[in-house]
């Protein structure tokens, strides 16, 4: 990603992106992992979802860690979510609150990076 860009300019390149993408059809495309430094200058990471041509960016400060495993609790929750008819907005926000407690914890306790992220205690987050 190219630092110099605003997450405006980011989101429009990504929204062209997701257009080529489903041209032809009505989808939904989710984007994950997107690092960007907001206009009040904190580091953050995003999930963006493009619909049409509308758009719903989830974001959250980062951490500074990345750890294995953490897309694909993500998934999970949003799998688990749309299984239980939650919106994907909404799981997207509640995933990501979710993710980022679990972070910052595992931040904190230097837990191994290969190790995951320590999400146990959090799991009620999920429960709605």
Do not use: W
Request: charged share 20%.
């Amino acid at each position: 990603q190219d630092p110099s860009l605003s997450i405006q300019q980011l989101i429009s390149r990504l929204k062209d992106a997701g257009q080529t993408l489903t041209k032809d059809h009505e989808k939904k495309v989710l984007i994950t992992g997107i690092h960007f430094t907001a206009d009040d200058g904190v580091h953050k990471i995003g999930n963006l979802l493009l619909y049409g041509s509308s758009h719903f960016l989830s974001a959250y400060p980062c951490c500074n860690g990345s750890y294995s495993g953490t897309g694909d609790l993500f998934a999970s929750c949003i799998t688990g979510g749309l299984a239980r008819d939650i919106s994907l907005t909404e799981m997207m926000q509640t995933a990501g609150s979710f993710l980022e407690k679990s972070l910052i914890d595992s931040v904190e306790e230097h837990v191994p990076v290969n190790e995951g992220v320590n999400f146990e205690k959090y799991l009620y987050l999920l429960h709605t």
